[in-house]
């Protein structure tokens, strides 16, 4: 899907900037063609700004996902999500954050939920970034309380794992 996804859009470097920041925020288009979170509109002009671009691409990147079946599809169903990682602390949950060595890799979600799940803690929240569209692909979990610090350990010790941050 993502190949797909990229090659309708290889034509076109802005264009596919826009397409790759939408689905990276769980931004969808509706049947208007305007861009929405959860069915509330966003202004192309926002969206537009925050990526250095023009509000035309934006509005061009639209028609386009709603031009092809497949990208429609996709588009029209995304969902954003809220992310918890950045208010962990006030609620009195921890943010564990895994750099794995190679995301394409397989196992790294499932041995760092062993590990938690080992040690007795409540998962709140689990964000895996896609390695496809991720410049930076990480997996963030957010625990109930806080972990112990053997727990860091055993992250740190996994192969898969490049950096830990706490």
């Known amino acids: 899907m993502w190949s797909e996804i990229i090659g309708e859009f290889a034509d076109s470097p ?16 509706n049947d208007e063609g305007r861009v929405v979170a959860n069915g509330v509109e966003i202004p192309a002009t926002h969206i537009a700004h925050a990526i250095g671009s023009d509000r035309r691409v934006v509005d061009a990147t639209a028609r386009r996902v709603l031009s092809n079946p497949t990208l429609a599809a996709v588009f029209r169903n995304l969902r954003s999500t809220p992310d918890l990682s950045r208010v962990g602390r006030s609620l009195g949950l921890s943010v564990i954050t895994v750099i794995p ?21 409540g998962i709140r929240q689990i964000f ?20 112990p610090a053997v ?7 996994l192969p898969m794992v490049q950096q830990l941050i706490i």
């Open 14 to 29: 802005s264009q596919a900037k826009v397409a790759r920041f939408l689905l990276e925020n769980g931004f969808g288009v």
């Open 101 to 121: 060595r190679n995301a394409q890799e397989k196992g790294i979600v499932e041995a760092v939920v062993r590990a938690i799940v080992d040690h007795d803690l």
């Open 128 to 147: 895996v970034n896609d390695p496809y569209l991720s410049e930076e692909p990480r997996l963030v979990v957010i625990v109930d309380g806080t972990p």
């Open 151 to 157: 727990l860091y350990e055993e992250l740190r010790s």
